[in-house]
C-alpha cells in the first residue's frame, strides 16, 4: 500500500498554526488516527459491560468497524473530502459488527452525506456535517433513539463543534472541544440510561461503552492533530496504516492458504514478498530469481495467483480452506460419536426458503446443521459477524428467498443492516435473541414455503422457548436485587441475571426454577467449550433428581464464554 | 354387466367396519415381512401387535405389494361378474402395488375396462375413496363416473403426522443420518405430510405440546371439514388425542374426533410412534393451505 511522505505531513501539521480546511487526504490521516487510538483504548470500553458477563464486544466491534473504513481508503489519493467520507461511509457499512459497529457505520453515513461535492470543508462545515450524522443516526431506525448511549454523545459532539464553529475556524480548536463535550457526555449517560425503568449503566458502576468508544474515536483525531502522534515517529501514520498487522485479529479471518512455485526470470524478491505479504496473512516468499516458493493466508486465492501468474509460470499450487480443516479438526477431537459426525448442511434449491444462522462454531454448528440451516455464520473474534460477511453468506446461497437468524441482540442490526442492502434477494430476519430461540424458529422452517408465512412462523417460534445462560461473573456489582462476587458464577433467564451463586449444580437449580421448568416438558443443556461431556452429564443426572417429570437432554455446544445455554420448553 | 366391481389393497382402512362387505368391496391383501416371517395383512397380523414388534426386535419390516400375477388372477375372475373394475391402490410412491396392478391390466385389455387409480394416499383416505366408488357403484354409476368421482375426492384429502422416534423416517430417506443422530439426541419429532402421494418432511416440534399445537394449526387452516380422523399407533385416547379433540371441537363442533389404528404399510415409512390427522375438505372450499 503507498505510504505518504511523513516529513511533508509533519510539515503540515506544525507549521500552520490553524488548520482551516480539511481536505479527502486529511480526512483520510484522521480516520487513521481515530482508528489508531482506539486500537489502544479497546479493551477498556469492552470492559464496560452492563453485566458483569466475559463476552463485552462493544470495543472491539468498533475498532473492526473502522479498520475495515480504513483499508477503503488506505490506497486512495483522492483529494476530495466528500469522496473520502463517502468511502469511509461504504467500508464502515460493509465492515459494521455488532449494534454500536453498525450505528458508527450511520453515523458516517450521516456525516458522508453532508460532504457531498465539498472539496475540503471548513470549520462551519464541518459541524453541519457532524450534526447531520448525529440526526441520521438518530433517525434511520425510526424510532425515537435512547438517550444514555453513542446517538447522545454523538448528538453532544455536534452541538459542541456548532458552538465551536461560530467562535473559531480552526479545525483543531473545534475538534478539542467536541472531544472535551464527548467525553464529558459519556460521564452522564449513567444517569441518561433507563431500561425498564432501571439506570442499568449507574446500577452497574460503567458508562456507555458505545459512547465512550465514539469519544475515544474522535479523541484519536484530535491527538494526531495536536502532533501528539505524528511526533511519536515518522511512520505513525504508518503505524495507522499498519493495522493489518497490528493486532492479529485475523484468526481464521483469511481463511484459504495459497501455496506455490513460481518459476521465473529476473524475479524481484523484495518486490513480490511485499505485494504477496499486503495480501493477507502469515506470507512467506523464498527462493531466487528464478525460482519462488510462496505461501500466504488470504480471503481471495485468486488474489496471489493472478497475480504471480502474470511473473511467470505457476506450479505445486495448493489452496486449502482452513475453516473446513479446523472444523474436521475440532469433530475428530471429540470423544462423544455424535461429535464425530461431519454433518453437512442441506442442499439448497433456487426458490427454497433457506435460513443463514448465526452461531459461535463447534457443537452449535452442527445442531444447527442438522436441523436444516442453510448456511452457519461465525463471526470471527467477537462471534459478531460483519454486515458484509451476512451480505456474502445471502449471496453465496442458490436461492433468493432467505431468512437471518443473529441469535444474539447485539447482531441484530447487523442483520437488518444487510437485509436491507441486498439488492436482488427477498432477506427477512427473524430476530432471534438466543441460540435456543433460534434453535425454536429453525424447526419451524419450511424450506417449501412462502417466505412470508415461514418467517411469520419462526418469529412464532421464538416465544415458544426459555433461555438460561451460566457463566462466570468478570467484576463485583449488584444487577437489580442479585449480588454478584466476581469469579461467582451467575445464571441469566432471556439475558436477564437472576442467580448468583458458587456451585454449578445450585446455580443451575435456581435457574431453571427461574425458567418455569417445572411446568415444562423438555429441558435442553448445550454445554460450552470449557465443559467435558461427562461433567455435563453428571449434572444432568443431579437436575433430573428435582425435575423428575421432565426430559433433560445433554447437547456438545462448543460455545465460548457460557458455560452452558439452556432451554426450556 | 353387472355393477361396477371395486378393488382396493390392504392398506386401506375403513372408518366404518362394515363397508367391505355392504359394498362388496375386493380388498387384494398385501404381505408384510419382519425378519424371517412373512404375514399376511389385516389376516395374520394387524397394526398394533406390529407396533410391538418393530418397537422390540431390530429386524425391519418391508411390505410386499400384490404380485402381478395376483392382480391378474383377481382381475380374471371378477371379469365374470362384470366388465368395469375400478381398482384404487396406495400410493404409487409408497409401495409398488399400483405398477404391479398396471401390468395385471394388460392381460386383460379388450375383455375387461379396468380403471388403475394412484389414490395419492392411503390408510383411511384410501378406505373413504374405497367406500365412495363402492357407493356410486351401487347407485349405478358407471366406471367414468366413478373414476371422475375419484379424481374429485383425491385432492380434498389432507395428511400429516409427527413421528417420536427417528430411526424408521431415517431408514426411508425423508431424513440424513447426522439429522437422525443429533435429531435424537434433540428430541426432535418432525412433521410430514403426504403430497401428491409423496412424503415430504415439514416443520418440527420437539415437545408434544407443540405437536398439538401444530396439528391444531394444520386443522383450523381449513374452512369446512367433511371428516376429520385422529390416526395412531394404539387405540386408547391419549393425552394428544385429548388435547386435540378439545381444542378442535372450538372450531368445528358438529364433527366427530374418531381415533383409527395407521397401518403397516404407513409405519414401514414412519415407524411405530406416529401420531397424525386424516382430513376430507368440504367440498366447495377454496383454501391457502400453509402448513
Known sequence: ?569 | MGKVRIVTDSAARFENGSAVEEHQIEIIPMRLRLGSQTFVEGLEIDSEELFHRMRHSNAIPTIEPPSVDEFGNLFQTLSRETDQICVLTNSQHLSKAWYHANQARQSLLGRCEIAIMDSQTTSVGLGFLAESAARAADDGADLEDIVRMVRGLIPRLYSVYYVETLDFVQRAGLIGEAQAVLGTMLNIMPFLTIEAGVLIPMEKVRTHAHAVDKMVEFVTEFITIEKLIIMQNTLRITDQARMLQDRLMLDFPDLDYPIMLYEPLLSTWIGPDGMGVVVLEGEDDRRNRHF
Not at chain 1, 224 to 241: F, H, I, K, P, T
Not at chain 1, 285 to 296: E, P, R, S, Y
Not at chain 1, 392 to 409: F, R, S
Not at chain 1, 497 to 512: F, I
Open chain 1, 1 to 569: 500500500m503507498m505510504m505518504d511522505d511523513p516529513i511533508k505531513e509533519q510539515r503540515l501539521v506544525r507549521m500552520s498554526t490553524s488548520w482551516q480546511r480539511c481536505d479527502g487526504q486529511g480526512l483520510k490521516r484522521l480516520a487513521a488516527a481515530g482508528t489508531a487510538w482506539l486500537e489502544q483504548k479497546y479493551p477498556a470500553v469492552n470492559a464496560l459491560n452492563v453485566f458483569p458477563v466475559p463476552d463485552g464486544d462493544t470495543g472491539i466491534n468498533m475498532l473492526l468497524t473502522m479498520r475495515n473504513a480504513w483499508e477503503e481508503v488506505a490506497t486512495t489519493a483522492e483529494d476530495n473530502v466528500g469522496a473520502v467520507a463517502a468511502m469511509l461511509a461504504k467500508g464502515t457499512l460493509m465492515g459494521s459488527r455488532g449494534n454500536s459497529g453498525v450505528i458508527l457505520s450511520q453515523l458516517w453515513k450521516g456525516f458522508a452525506q453532508a460532504l457531498e461535492g465539498v472539496d475540503a470543508f471548513d470549520a462551519g462545515q464541518m459541524a453541519v456535517a457532524m450534526r447531520r450524522a448525529s440526526e441520521f443516526a438518530d433517525n434511520v431506525r425510526g424510532m425515537k433513539p435512547v438517550e444514555g448511549t453513542i446517538l447522545t454523545v454523538a448528538r453532544d459532539g455536534a452541538q459542541a463543534a456548532e458552538v465551536a464553529a461560530g467562535q473559531s475556524s480552526d479545525l483543531r480548536t473545534i475538534l478539542a472541544q467536541v472531544v472535551e463535550e464527548m467525553h464529558e457526555s459519556v460521564e452522564r449517560t449513567p444517569d441518561l440510561l433507563v431500561r425498564d425503568g432501571v439506570y442499568v449503566l449507574r446500577d452497574a458502576g460503567v458508562v456507555d461503552a458505545g459512547g465512550l468508544g465514539l469519544a475515544y474515536i474522535l479523541e484519536g483525531m484530535l491527538r494526531y492533530l495536536n502532533g501528539e502522534v505524528v511526533e511519536m515517529s515518522g511512520d505513525q501514520v504508518g503505524e495507522a496504516a499498519h493495522l493489518e498487522g497490528g493486532i492479529d485479529l485475523s484468526g481464521l479471518d483469511f481463511p484459504y492458504d495459497v501455496q506455490f512455485v513460481l518459476t521465473g526470470q529476473h524475479l524481484d524478491i523484495d518486490s513480490i514478498s511485499s505485494t504477496i505479504a499486503s495480501m493477507g496473512d502469515s506470507a512467506l516468499v523464498i527462493g531466487d530469481a528464478n525460482t519462488l516458493k510462496v505461501h500466504v493466508h488470504v480471503v481471495n486465492p485468486g488474489e496471489p495467483l493472478d497475480y504471480a501468474a502474470e511473473l511467470g509460470t505457476l506450479s505445486d499450487v495448493v489452496v486449502e480452506n482452513m475453516r473446513e480443516q479446523y472444523q474436521e479438526f475440532v469433530l475428530s477431537q471429540d470423544g462423544a460419536s455424535a461429535a464425530a459426525l461431519a454433518v453437512e448442511p442441506p442442499e439448497v434449491n433456487a426458490g427454497d426458503v433457506a435460513a443463514i444462522v448465526v452461531a459461535p462454531g463447534g457443537g452449535l454448528e452442527r445442531v444447527f446443521y442438522s436441523l436444516g440451516a442453510a448456511r452457519i455464520v461465525s463471526g470471527g473474534q467477537t462471534m459478531n459477524p460483519s454486515t458484509e460477511e451476512l451480505i456474502a453468506a445471502v449471496e453465496a446461497l442458490p436461492t433468493d428467498k432467505i431468512i437471518l437468524l443473529p441469535n444474539n441482540k447485539n447482531i441484530l442490526m447487523a442483520a437488518e443492516q444487510a437485509a436491507e442492502h441486498v439488492q436482488d434477494k427477498q432477506v427477512r430476519v427473524v430476530a432471534s435473541r438466543t441460540i435456543p430461540q433460534g434453535i425454536s424458529a429453525l424447526l419451524a422452517l419450511d424450506a417449501q414455503g412462502d417466505l412470508e408465512t415461514v418467517a411469520q412462523a419462526m418469529t412464532n417460534a421464538l416465544g415458544q422457548v426459555e433461555t438460561g445462560e451460566i457463566t462466570t461473573a468478570t467484576r463485583t456489582t449488584r444487577i437489580g436485587d442479585v449480588d454478584v462476587r466476581e469469579g461467582q458464577l451467575i445464571g441469566l433467564h432471556d439475558d436477564d441475571l437472576r442467580v448468583a451463586g458458587d456451585s454449578m449444580a445450585e446455580v443451575m437449580r435456581a435457574l431453571l426454577a427461574e425458567m418455569g421448568a417445572a411446568d415444562m416438558e423438555l429441558v435442553t443443556l448445550y454445554y460450552g467449550d470449557g465443559v467435558n461431556e461427562s461433567e455435563a452429564q453428571a449434572l444432568a443426572r443431579t437436575m433430573q433428581e428435582d425435575y423428575a417429570g421432565i426430559e433433560i437432554e445433554v447437547v456438545e455446544g462448543g460455545q465460548p464464554h457460557y458455560h452452558y445455554i439452556l432451554s426450556a420448553e
